[in-house]
């Protein structure tokens, strides 16, 4: 079947907002701004069943988190399944729980969306009940993205087909391997990822974890600015920005730098504007990528896995490859200058690189760049 635009997915992933507090009394309201925004024509709003979810970490709370619809007109034995994102200082906390656990699927995932999806998860299992669709569009902005790529997991491992997942300024939920498995479950083209080049919440979190799809299109809308910015992450710049454009309109797919691009880039003095910059930060991630990949190579075996922290497990696979692997020794020293050149931060000029070391480099990268996407997510909770 065919997919729903970019505008109208937009539309949907903005909309959904509106269901956090929402209680049956204001259910028309919902229902008038769907048809006010023409979403009635496709979908069933008269019908609209609402899935209650917990965030937070210690302290949890339960709002509204989704909402399922079904297909009308032309859209006739579809169903919707949209879900909103961070709206409130506990959805923000669900954010940053960045450990691991294992997702529908088995592969390792953020922990922080997959204890809000596992929440949700018995409603949506309700409504999937006896229904059989020919198509399900999963739909989702920043941690509702996250939750869309979860609930679209799910359903392909109860073996619903037709499923679609469109998500705009999404975090990256799931390790290399959830990632792979999940872009050939869906088929990369049924997967629409659309991202401002500066949103900081669509770079958390920071390596080992990859996007999806891991091959096909990908919608990357360029920023007005060079530095990571909050502004780039709201819905209220992405609708614009999309338009009346087509998928095929907005396909803008960043090459991927080959390994002697990385290794050149890792060698030179500079990478034009460092501090902060978004094409920075892409680079330290691939060249992260790049080389966890080739240690692997060196130690048999290694694989991310549920037990230690993630940080803990990324320092000690590099670690360990240097210390068998001369290479990959210089390329991770050039790659720890990089990452204190982006923080704005002098070089220890006598460190060792121990576990300790590069895990307390690792996470001060990750913790500024955690703090810009926590700063993007409170632009939205308090707008």
Not at 107 to 119: D, I, L, Q
Not at 220 to 239: C, D, E, F, V
Request: net charge positive; with cysteine; hydrophobic share 45%.
């Amino acid at each position: 079947m065919n997919p729903l635009s970019p505008k109208q997915s937009a539309q949907l992933a903005t909309h959904v907002y509106s269901i956090k507090d929402a209680v049956m009394s204001s259910m028309d309201g919902v229902a008038d701004e769907a048809a006010r925004l023409g979403l009635a024509n496709s979908f069933d709003f008269s019908d609209l069943k609402v899935a209650n979810g917990t965030s937070g970490a210690l302290i949890r709370t339960k709002t509204g988190f989704a909402y399922a619809l079904n297909g009308v007109g032309g859209r006739q034995g579809e169903m919707l399944l949209a879900f909103r994102g961070t709206d409130s200082g506990a959805d923000v906390l669900t954010d940053l729980n960045a450990g691991l656990q294992r997702g529908p699927s088995t592969w390792p995932v953020h922990a922080g969306f997959n204890e809000t999806f596992n929440s949700l998860r018995g409603e949506l299992d309700s409504f999937m009940r006896g229904r059989n669709p020919s198509t399900v569009h999963c739909v989702g902005h920043s941690l509702g993205g996250a939750l869309a790529t979860l609930a679209a997991d799910h359903l392909s491992e109860l073996g619903v087909a037709g499923i679609k997942l469109y998500t705009f300024g999404s975090p990256r939920v799931g390790v290399a391997g959830f990632s792979r498995h999940l872009s050939q479950k869906l088929g990369s083209k049924n997967i629409y990822r659309v991202f401002h080049s500066a949103d900081p919440v669509s770079m958390v979190p920071i390596f080992p974890f990859q996007h999806v799809p891991v091959d096909g299109n990908i919608c990357m809308i360029p920023w007005k600015g060079a530095l990571i910015s909050g502004n780039a992450h709201r819905m209220t710049q992405y609708l614009p920005a999309i338009g009346n454009t087509s998928w095929a309109g907005l396909y803008r797919n960043p090459e991927p730098p080959l390994a002697g691009d990385i290794e050149l880039w890792l060698e030179s003095a500079s990478y034009g504007s460092t501090m902060f910059s978004a094409a920075t930060l892409w680079m330290i991630s691939r060249a992260m990528q790049y080389l966890l990949k080739k240690a692997a190579n060196v130690i048999v075996g290694s694989v991310i896995t549920v037990g230690m922290t993630v940080l803990d497990q990324v320092a000690s696979l590099l670690v360990q490859g240097a210390q068998l692997c001369k290479d990959i020794s210089d390329s991770l020293r050039a790659l720890i200058a990089k990452i204190f050149n982006f923080l704005g931060r002098a070089v220890p000029s006598t460190a060792d690189i121990t576990t300790a070391f590069l895990r307390w480099v690792l996470d001060l990268l990750g913790r500024a760049v955690v703090n810009m996407a926590r700063q993007a997510m409170q632009l939205i909770y308090r707008a």
